[in-house]
Each structure stands twice: as C-alpha cells, then as structure tokens.
C-alpha cells in the first residue's frame, strides 16, 4: 500500500532498473514464438517448473518433503499427506494449480485469502484463508539459536483495510499506466510482505501472487522456468533486498523499493536467459544423452544429483541420466559419493 502513495516512490526509475526492463521486454516478446514451434518442448518444461515452483518455494519456508514423495503430493490424489510439512506442500500445489488452470481474474483480496485457504486446504489449525487475528512479528533465527526481531507488520485491526487499499492502489497504478507493469508488482510483492497477513504462508502467497500478476501483465516465464528456484538460490539475497526496501516502510519515511525491485527483475531476467538456452538446446537437434552430458560437463554445479539433472533438463527419463552419468563415470569424467536415490555426483 505505502510503496503507492508518494510518486516519488516509484519515480524516476533508476538506469540499472530500466535496462533490466529493456532486457526482459524483448525477451518476453519471444515467448508467443516458443509456444507457435514447440509445443512438445514447452509442456515438458512447464511440468517441471511446476514441481520446481512447489518444491522451492515450500523449501524457502522450511518445508521439506522426500524426493520420492513429490509425485504423490503434486497430484490430485485424496488422503495423500502424511505429516504437516507434506500437507503444505501439497497444499501450494493445489494453490499454482489454481492460478494456472484458469483465469481467477484480476487480483483483489478474494483471490489472496482463497489462494491462502488452498495452502493451508489440507493442514489443520492453520486458519486458511483468514486474515491474522493477532499482531505478529517477523523474526530471524540466528545458528547459535539467538533471534532478533526484523520488523513488527501492520497491526491485525488493520491489516483488512491496509490489504484492500494494496489491491485498489495497484490495480489503480496499472490501469493509469503511470508505472512499467513490472515496477508495479515489484512494490505489491513488496508491500504484502510488509503488511505480513496471515499468521502463517505470508512469503508463499506473496509469491504466489507476484507469479500470476507477471502472467497477467504478460510475462510468462514462470510457467516454463521456475522463479521460485531463482529465488531459492539466491535466498540471502532476497532476504538482503526485502530488508533494504522494508527500512522506512513502517514509520511512513520514504522507503527505498528499488533494491527489491532490482532484485526481482534479476531473477526475472535470469528465468528468460535459462528459457532461452532450453529452448536452443531443444531446438538443435541433440539427443537427450548429448543434452544431459552437456549439461553436466558444462552447466551443473560441482556437485549435483540425479534430480538436480531432470530439473535442469526436462523432458528426459532417468534411465538415460543415469546411461550417461555411467559412461562419464567410466571416462573419468565424473565419481559417485553413495548409492541410489541418495547418491550426489561430481565432476573430477
């Protein structure tokens, strides 16, 4: 809400921010060509970045469920949730699913405590789609078991008003074309984590939110490579720029939206890079055991998994992972550290 009441929040645009907006802009005028020649390739793609969205963004809040268990929790099957964190991650599933299968319409404070109630569908206590009744406070854990308090959100008597003058001031915003559709989203993204809703789920319904509304505005990346994974990756970073941009927020000084800004359009950017590598490494004509090797040798971390591989390139069994992790294996290339489902790989 506050990132839309001074002008002066959102305007000028630093350089480095509109680059970054130049560079996503041409790169998402390429997406309707992608999904005109191939289809076959994009469809595999959005099937992983959906189990790459669900499993990241769980993970980013510390919900953890076995490799083996993923299937299982992504698909519609009933009385699947064996423990609380399954019920979560089964719960956000069914949340993206939402977003994805239809067009919920324009986001408003409906669509936010529904897309809650589906997070928290299948967990009990949880109090789904209800905003919080008490104040809470956001707070880091530290190793040594210390915590510190970051910030105090907006008071529960006022986070229903603080919520719908978020939804009008935004839609408001785009609907006026003051500011670059992505600029916009930046700072709703970054106002929900401040006002900090619910009792729980905040981060994974703002995320949430901030996939749909680049939909809306027209950038569909997500649906093909996983921002939630960009973000795992780069978690220390989030939090860093969510607390760079949070400084002011609360006192009604003028706070600084745009090291948040400038992280999100960089993890935005990066998700159009890797869609269009995976679309040239589709398009060239590569058997899947050449795709995977390349991956490996060049591309995969100095350690990795058999799952970290599926991820990074879609669409191939792990039948033909494991085919060439042996034959790189037998050159030297690449030695094991364990056996099965649990063994990592690295380069030699």
Same mark, same amino acid.
């Given at each position: 809400?506050?990132?839309?009441?001074?002008?002066?929040?959102?305007? %000028?645009?630093?350089?480095?921010?509109?680059?970054?907006?130049?560079?996503?802009?041409?790169?998402?005028?390429? &997406?309707?060509?992608?999904?005109?020649?191939?289809?076959?390739?994009?469809?595999?793609?959005?099937?992983?970045?959906?189990?790459?969205?669900?499993?990241?963004?769980?993970? !980013?809040?510390?919900?953890?469920?076995?490799?083996?268990?993923?299937?299982?929790?992504?698909?519609?099957?009933?009385?699947?949730?064996?423990?609380? *964190?399954?019920?979560? $991650?089964?719960?956000?599933?069914?949340?993206?699913?939402?977003?994805?299968?239809?067009?919920?319409?324009?986001?408003?404070?409906?669509?936010?405590?529904?897309?809650?109630?589906?997070?928290?569908?299948?967990?009990?206590? =949880?109090?789904?789609?209800?905003?919080? *009744? &008490?104040?809470?406070?956001?707070?880091?854990?530290?190793?040594?078991?210390?915590?510190?308090?970051?910030?105090?959100?907006?008071?529960?008597?006022?986070?229903? $008003?603080?919520? &719908?003058?978020?939804?009008?001031? *935004?839609?408001?915003?785009?609907?006026?074309?003051?500011?670059? %559709?992505?600029?916009?989203?930046?700072? $709703?993204?970054?106002?929900?984590?401040?006002?900090?809703? $619910?009792?729980?789920?905040?981060?994974?319904?703002?995320?949430?939110?901030?996939?749909?509304?680049?939909?809306?505005?027209?950038?569909?990346?997500?649906?093909?490579?996983?921002?939630?994974?960009?973000?795992?990756?780069?978690?220390?970073?989030?939090?860093?720029?969510?607390?760079?941009?949070?400084?002011?927020?609360?006192?009604?000084?003028?706070?600084?939206?745009?090291?948040?800004?400038?992280?999100?359009?960089?993890?935005?950017?990066?998700?159009?890079?890797?869609?269009?590598?995976?679309?040239?490494?589709?398009?060239?004509?590569?058997?899947?055991?050449?795709?995977? =090797?390349?991956?490996?040798?060049?591309?995969?971390?100095?350690?990795?998994?058999?799952?970290?591989?599926?991820?990074?390139?879609?669409?191939?069994?792990?039948?033909? !992972? =494991?085919?060439?992790?042996?034959?790189?294996?037998?050159?030297?290339?690449?030695?094991?550290?364990?056996?099965?489902?649990?063994?990592?790989? =690295?380069?030699?």
């Amino acid at each position: 809400m506050r990132s839309f009441q001074r002008a002066s929040t959102l305007d %000028p645009v630093p350089a480095v921010v509109v680059q970054s907006l130049r560079r996503i802009d041409r790169a998402a005028g390429a &997406e309707s060509r992608y999904i005109d020649r191939m289809p076959q390739l994009l469809d595999a793609l959005r099937a992983q970045a959906r189990i790459e969205s669900i499993t990241a963004s769980s993970a !980013i809040e510390g919900v953890l469920v076995d490799d083996a268990r993923v299937p299982k929790l992504v698909s519609s099957a009933a009385g699947r949730a064996r423990n609380r *964190s399954e019920a979560e $991650f089964a719960g956000y599933s069914a949340a993206l699913d939402y977003l994805n299968k239809g067009d919920p319409g324009e986001v408003n404070v409906g669509l936010i405590l529904h897309l809650h109630r589906l997070l928290f569908s299948l967990t009990e206590g =949880r109090d789904g789609g209800a905003f919080k *009744s &008490e104040d809470n406070l956001v707070v880091d854990h530290q190793p040594d078991g210390t915590s510190t308090v970051r910030f105090a959100p907006v008071s529960a008597q006022e986070t229903p $008003f603080y919520m &719908e003058q978020l939804v009008v001031r *935004s839609r408001d915003a785009i609907e006026r074309g003051e500011h670059h %559709p992505l600029i916009v989203t930046a700072a $709703f993204a970054l106002d929900i984590l401040c006002i900090h809703p $619910f009792r729980d789920g905040n981060g994974r319904v703002a995320r949430l939110a901030t996939t749909y509304l680049l939909q809306r505005a027209g950038y569909g990346v997500g649906r093909y490579v996983s921002l939630e994974r960009f973000i795992y990756d780069t978690r220390d970073d989030y939090y860093a720029s969510l607390g760079a941009s949070t400084a002011g927020w609360f006192d009604d000084a003028h706070h600084d939206v745009w090291p948040w800004t400038r992280y999100l359009l960089e993890r935005l950017d990066d998700a159009y890079a890797r869609l269009q590598e995976r679309v040239a490494a589709g398009s060239s004509g590569a058997t899947k055991q050449d795709r995977v =090797r390349d991956h490996i040798l060049l591309n995969a971390p100095g350690t990795f998994t058999i799952a970290e591989v599926r991820r990074a390139v879609p669409g191939v069994s792990d039948n033909t !992972i =494991r085919l060439v992790l042996t034959g790189l294996k037998r050159e030297g290339r690449i030695a094991s550290d364990g056996t099965g489902r649990a063994a990592t790989w =690295r380069r030699t």
